[in-house]
């Protein structure tokens, strides 16, 4: 007898016999693809679970850019950390948008990072905002919006100050003045300036 199963053999299989070998056949594919894709290491997301506060080391998170290339926030370490977080949806974030993106143009003359995380909105969405007002700066989605929880983003606008460390210098929610972000700039790198000494 042949024990080689056949496509046309089906239909001479009892029902639930050929139910389950389905079943199991979907299981297995399913399976395959779940653990083909990314390893464990890189998931999408929270990586640590400390709170986001002032004084605390800025919990690290892995989420994709707008090229759907992953980013986390401890790959600027060395360099403080302007972390603003925004959405498509929300008025005062538009309003606010063009101070870190002007900002950003200067970082690279100073040494810091604008950081962007859009959160409780969609890829598309983002996309449409990032290209309308020209954003530059690197920009990652969380859609799900885990890290905006973990960083306790009740609603964005809300910007976090880091230092080079990694240390959360302030916390400023809502949206923010152009003074307010040259004060708080100021702040993390004459703070970076001095421990460098």
Same mark, same amino acid.
């Given at each position: 007898?042949?024990?080689? @199963? ?5 239909? &001479?299989? *009892? ?8 079943? %199991? !056949? ?5 399976? /395959?693809?779940? /653990? ?5 290491? &890189? #998931? ?12 605390? #080391? ?11 290339? *992953? ?6 370490? %060395?360099? *403080?950390? !302007? +972390?603003?977080?925004?959405?498509? =949806?929300?008025?005062?974030?538009? /309003? ?8 950003? +143009? ?12 859009? /959160?409780?909105?969609?890829? %598309? ?5 990032? #290209? ?6 690197? !920009?990652?989605?969380?859609? $799900?919006?885990?890290? %905006? ?9 809300? &910007? @976090?100050?880091? $230092? ?13 003045? =152009? ?12 703070? $970076? ?5």
């Amino acid at each position: 007898m042949n024990s080689k @199963f056949r496509l046309s053999n089906l239909g &001479t299989l *009892p029902i639930r016999s050929a139910i389950g070998l389905l079943s %199991g !056949v979907c299981c297995l594919l399913l399976a /395959t693809l779940l /653990t083909s894709g990314t390893p464990a290491s &890189t #998931e999408l997301g929270m990586l640590e679970s400390r709170a986001a506060a002032a004084g605390n #080391e800025a919990p690290d998170f892995l989420l994709k850019d707008l090229d759907r290339k *992953p980013i986390r926030l401890s790959d600027f370490r %060395g360099r *403080p950390v !302007v +972390l603003n977080f925004f959405a498509s =949806w929300c008025g005062p974030c538009l /309003t606010e948008l063009p101070l870190p993106q002007a900002a950003h +143009l200067n970082a690279a003359h100073h040494g810091y990072v604008i950081f962007g995380v859009a /959160t409780q909105d969609n890829r %598309g969405a983002i996309e449409i905002l990032a #290209e309308d007002i020209q954003l530059t700066f690197p !920009v990652v989605i969380d859609g $799900d919006n885990s890290v %905006g929880r973990a960083y306790r983003v009740i609603g964005p606008p809300y &910007t @976090f100050f880091i $230092d080079a460390n990694g240390i959360v210098m302030d916390v400023i929610p809502g949206a923010i003045k =152009w003074d307010t972000l040259n004060q708080h700039l100021d702040k993390l790198l004459n703070k $970076d300036n001095a421990d460098a000494v």
